[in-house]
């Protein structure tokens, strides 16, 4: 009896307290009803690992990332179910994933180098849920078609986009959007992103009419691969916002409908900076094709000048005024998708940090960071005006680490020179590595990833599988 006395009020004054400090978790527990976010934004930088960050934070004399302040902070791993790769040609060179080995990640650099992955498998695992074999756009190890978040989320009536600094048909967005044996057939995946989805926003590069530096290509253009082919692409342009059925291929082939209102729908055509700016705000078209006036990067593949080498620090040669930053397609795109009172889902990438680092250019690696940074600061920004964090569910992550960025040697610390001077870091890869990557959540639904971490790091503590991150999304967007 006595321990019944004991108990009772103490028990009692627990659930108060708990009331008081978690009423919304309480109240959804009592329920039984899990958050149901309106909006989901993934951004992912791509190859860009704990080390990336601060070296960015140590230049630009930042303490910490908005995101590094958000209330998830875990890490994620990113082995793909086959590493190797899968040829254009059909040939497989796969073996299997090894997993992740937290004593060898943190003592041997070969190990670290060895079974990575690479966009495709990473971008896959990201969009469906299901680990892949390397070199795969939506298609499983078993050569299944696999539903990715943007079919998703169009699915249950939201809208949906992509946006990237890249190339559109790149792995990343590509993986969020087509199905595709493997990556290299770009021309293919821009024409399934562009007829056969019903993506409402596609933004990135790939514009064949211009060169690394923003240079029209007035006589030839480059190659059309990135947006499908040089027929389609005039086409598109040719009809932007009216046209939807384009010959492609010696076929008549007509774009989807993406707002299920029984007619298919155009592609507006943004391509100038004043274009992309101009969508930021207002009225909007319905559905949105944003291809800059540059080749393949927004910035990082632009030539170097003045001396710029791989060592130099950022912005020794002067920016490509007239494409875009990363920032001002986010912007536009949200103002698109967020039109649909259902909400949306996209995916915003900063793919040439990448670039950077497979090219270890030290100063671009920065220039990408920051361009990164910036749009996720939009994104919050777009949050907590224009929607609120009951409402949106914000994911900072990585696809993978590329370069292994580390201080003087590996494992040791970047050294900190002070705002505008460049750490004391070097990259001891010019590929992928194994090592962990940063993931930050905030928004509805957020906590729910740490019950997903059950695997640890010795250095960064609790760690999901990439795989993870949308099958918590389509856990909290049921069908
Ligand atoms: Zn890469």
Request: aromatic share 10%; hydrophobic share 40%; net charge neutral.
């Amino acid at each position: 009896m006595n321990r019944i006395h004991c108990y009772f009020p103490a028990s009692l004054w627990l659930c108060i307290a708990l009331l008081f400090s978690f009423p919304d978790q309480l109240f959804a527990q009592k329920s039984g009803e899990l958050p149901r976010p309106k909006n989901v934004i993934i951004m992912i930088g791509d190859g860009m690992g704990y080390n990336h960050i601060l070296a960015s934070n140590y230049y630009l004399g930042i303490s910490k990332q908005v995101y590094e302040t958000f209330p998830v902070r875990l890490a994620s791993c990113h082995y793909p179910a086959k590493a190797g790769s899968y040829g254009d040609n059909g040939k497989e060179k796969l073996r299997w994933g090894t997993g992740y080995n937290t004593v060898a990640a943190w003592t041997d650099t070969a190990w670290l180098k060895r079974n990575v992955t690479e966009s495709a498998a990473s971008a896959t695992a990201l969009a469906t849920g299901v680990k892949t074999y390397n070199n795969a756009i939506g298609i499983s190890i078993h050569g299944d078609t696999l539903v990715n978040l943007v079919q998703w989320a169009k699915q249950i009536g939201k809208s949906a986009g992509v946006v990237t600094s890249v190339p559109f048909s790149h792995a990343t967005p590509a993986g969020f959007v087509a199905h595709n044996a493997t990556r290299t057939h770009y021309s293919q995946i821009a024409c399934e992103m562009l007829l056969d989805s019903r993506c409402d926003v596609i933004m990135g590069c790939g514009n064949p009419m211009f060169d690394n530096n923003g240079k029209p290509q007035t006589g030839r253009w480059k190659d059309a691969k990135f947006v499908g082919d040089s027929a389609l692409f005039s086409q598109l342009i040719a009809g932007s916002g009216t046209r939807t059925e384009f010959a492609v291929k010696g076929k008549m082939k007509r774009v989807q409908d993406c707002d299920r209102d029984g007619k298919p729908d155009a592609w507006t055509v943004v391509s100038d900076a004043d274009g992309f700016r101009a969508l930021m705000a207002g009225k909007t078209p319905k559905r949105v094709l944003g291809c800059p006036q540059v080749y393949e990067t927004l910035q990082q593949a632009r030539k170097m000048e003045n001396g710029e080498s791989r060592n130099s620090p950022p912005f020794i040669t002067p920016h490509n005024s007239r494409v875009p930053d990363l920032s001002t397609m986010a912007k536009g795109a949200i103002n698109v998708l967020d039109n649909n009172p259902a909400g949306f889902f996209l995916i915003i990438e900063g793919g040439a940090i990448d670039w950077a680092a497979h090219d270890n250019q030290k100063g671009r690696l920065i220039e990408e960071m920051k361009d990164f940074n910036e749009a996720v600061l939009a994104v919050v920004d777009w949050v907590t005006k224009n929607s609120s964090w009951k409402e949106t569910l914000l994911v900072v992550t990585a696809d993978h680490e590329t370069g292994l960025l580390w201080g003087g040697g590996p494992f040791l610390p970047i050294e900190n020179s002070g705002t505008g001077k460049l750490p004391g870091m070097k990259f001891f890869s010019g590929e992928h590595t194994q090592s962990l990557v940063p993931l930050f959540a905030k928004g509805p639904g957020c906590e729910l990833y740490r019950r997903y971490a059950d695997e640890q790091d010795s250095v960064r503590g609790p760690f999901i599988q990439q795989s993870e991150i949308p099958q918590l999304i389509e856990f909290l967007w049921p069908k």
